[in-house]
C-alpha cells in the first residue's frame, strides 16, 4: 500500500511538469515575428535612402554656396556691381539728359517776322506786307509773337521727337544685346548686372517717352494761353467799345446842354 500510495504521487508530479505544445500557435507567430522584422527593414532602408537623398542635396547647396563665394570674391557685389555697370556703360549723362529747348527759351527765341514768312514747306501761304491795292503797310510785330511762340515751340517738339527717336533706337538695340547676353549668363552674378541692366535701359526709354509728352504738352499750353489771350482781347474789345458808346454820349449831352438857342423871328 505504501508503495502504492508514493508511485501515484510520483505520477502526479511528473505530469504537473509536461508542457502542451501547439505547432500550429507556433508558426504563427514565427511568421508574425518574421514579417514584423522585414517591415521593420524596409522601413529603415527606407530612411537610409532619404537620409542620403538629403546628404546629396546638402552636399549640392555647399557646392553652390562655394561657387557664389568664388563669385563674390572675383567679380564683387552683383548688387553693387550692377549700378557700377550701369555707369560705366550706359554713361552718367544719359540718365539725366534733356532733349530740345526750354519753354522759356523757345518763347524768348520766338521771331515775329519769321513767323509772318513762314510757309511750313509750302503748306501756308507767305504773308506779305501789301494790301489788296498793292500797296506796302507796316505790320506790328508784337501782335504775332504769340503765333510765333507757338510754331518755335512746335519746332521744338519735331526736334525733340527727332533726337529722342534716335536714342530710342539706339536703346532698344542695347536692350536686344543685353537680353541675350541674359539668355547665355553663366553665373547669377551675370544675371544680376544684366538684370540691372535692362532695368536702367527700360527706364530711359520711358523717360524718353515722357519727354515726348512733356513737349507735345507745353504745345498745347502755349496754343491754350494764345486762346486764352484772344478771348481776353474780345472781351477787352467789347468793354472798350461799351465804354466808348457811355463817354461819346457824355461828351454829346455835356455840348448839347452848354449849346443856347434863342428865335431870332417867328413867322406862323
Not at 510520483?10 to 502542451?20: G, K, P, Y
Not at 508784337?142 to 507757338?150: E, I, P, S
Not at 547665355?184 to 515722357?210: C, F, I, N, P
Amino acid at each position: 500500500m505504501k508503495h502504492l500510495i508514493v508511485f501515484l504521487l510520483l505520477a502526479s508530479s511528473a505530469c504537473a511538469q509536461w508542457i502542451v505544445n501547439d505547432p500550429v500557435n507556433t508558426a504563427v507567430n514565427s511568421a508574425v515575428q518574421a514579417g514584423q522584422a522585414a517591415n521593420h527593414l524596409a522601413v529603415m532602408r527606407e530612411w537610409a535612402q532619404q537620409l542620403e537623398s538629403l546628404n546629396r542635396q546638402l552636399r549640392q547647396l555647399e557646392a553652390q554656396l562655394a561657387v557664389q563665394s568664388r563669385i563674390r570674391d572675383v567679380l564683387g557685389d552683383p548688387s553693387a556691381a550692377g549700378a557700377g555697370v550701369v555707369l560705366r556703360d550706359l554713361g552718367a549723362g544719359d540718365l539725366a539728359r534733356s532733349y530740345g529747348e526750354t519753354l522759356a527759351a523757345a518763347r524768348r527765341l520766338a521771331n515775329a517776322v519769321d513767323s509772318l514768312r513762314r510757309t511750313s514747306d509750302g503748306i501756308y501761304r507767305r504773308l506779305e506786307d501789301r494790301t489788296s491795292l498793292g500797296r506796302d503797310f507796316v505790320r506790328q510785330d508784337g501782335l504775332y509773337l504769340r503765333y510765333a511762340a507757338v510754331e518755335r515751340q512746335a519746332d521744338n517738339l519735331a526736334t525733340v521727337q527727332a533726337q529722342t527717336d534716335e536714342r530710342a533706337a539706339a536703346l532698344q538695340a542695347d536692350v536686344a544685346a543685353t537680353l541675350e547676353q541674359l539668355r547665355s549668363a553663366g553665373t547669377q552674378a551675370e544675371v544680376d548686372k544684366l538684370s540691372a541692366k535692362l532695368g536702367v535701359l527700360h527706364g530711359q526709354l520711358a523717360r524718353l517717352d515722357g519727354q515726348r509728352q512733356s513737349e507735345t504738352a507745353k504745345l498745347s499750353a502755349q496754343q491754350i494761353l494764345n486762346e486764352n489771350q484772344a478771348a481776353k482781347e474780345r472781351q477787352d474789345l467789347l468793354e472798350r467799345q461799351a465804354a466808348e458808346e457811355r463817354q461819346t454820349l457824355g461828351v454829346v449831352r455835356a455840348w448839347q446842354d452848354g449849346i443856347k438857342v434863342e428865335a431870332t423871328s417867328y413867322n406862323r
